[in-house]
């Protein structure tokens, strides 16, 4: 069974930098594409940044030029640099794999930004 693993959320200062890891565990078939969402309290789960065949990125409004998503080689995990974070950034962040016939979401990983 795969199973996506989240990590290096915690917490900075606004202007700071995070990097978050995302690693599948198990058989990875058909993978089409991975992904990071974010939620805030009291708001829908939001998409960060995708990347899928190719390495095609995209990359919400919000976080384009302070955000970059990329894989390893072996397509098995992805990461997510974040720089010049701001309060609003402040979310859980969660992976998310979608395979030929599944999709598959890690537990997220907490990003909190404070002044």
């Known amino acids: 069974q795969v199973q996506l693993a989240e990590s290096g959320g915690g917490l900075v200062q606004p202007g700071g930098s995070l990097r978050l890891s995302c690693v599948a565990s198990g058989r990875i078939v058909g993978l089409q594409a991975m992904a990071w969402y974010r939620q805030a309290p009291g708001k829908q789960r939001e998409l960060v940044a995708s990347i899928g065949g190719g390495g095609r990125t995209k990359y919400a409004d919000s976080v384009a030029g302070r955000f970059t998503i990329s894989r390893d080689s072996a397509d098995i995990a992805i990461y997510l640099q974040m720089k010049s974070l701001k309060v609003e950034d402040s979310a859980v962040y969660y992976c998310?794999?979608?395979?030929?016939?599944?999709?598959?979401w890690g537990r997220g990983t907490q990003v909190t930004i404070f002044s």
């Open positions: 998310y794999a979608e395979l030929l016939n599944s999709k598959l």
